[in-house]
């Protein structure tokens, strides 16, 4: 089992920054790729940014050039820096992790609110 938790997020006007971070824990020896996800209310979860250990590093259109993810492995964590953020961009952002056997694991969730 993976263990995830997400922290960072909060209240930030247009134009502002946020950093999360997803800590990782227990069974993340199989883990092969882990990534953000975000869901605003009314809306299906989209995927945002994933980062494989291989060192792939995908973008969704909405996010590229403003957001950047990165992992640190020394400290099994991955992070989402979060640059000139827009009210569109708020949601509850999740991280997740994919192990080598196509299992998902999911964090708690952490609300990001732009204000305009």
């Known amino acids: 089992q993976v263990q995830l938790v997400e922290s960072g997020g909060g209240l930030v006007q247009a134009g502002g920054s946020l950093r999360l971070s997803c800590a990782a824990s227990?069974?993340?020896?199989?883990?092969?790729?882990m990534g953000w996800y975000r869901q605003a209310p009314g809306k299906e979860r989209e995927l945002i940014a994933t980062i494989a250990s291989s060192g792939k590093i995908n973008y969704a259109d909405s996010v590229t050039g403003r957001f950047t993810i990165s992992r640190d492995n020394t400290r099994n964590t991955v992070y989402l820096q979060m640059n000139n953020l827009k009210p569109e961009d708020t949601a509850v952002y999740y991280c997740h992790a994919l192990t080598a056997w196509g299992i998902s694991h999911w964090g708690q969730g952490t609300q990001v609110t732009v204000s305009s």
């Open positions: 227990g069974s993340i020896f199989g883990v092969n790729v």
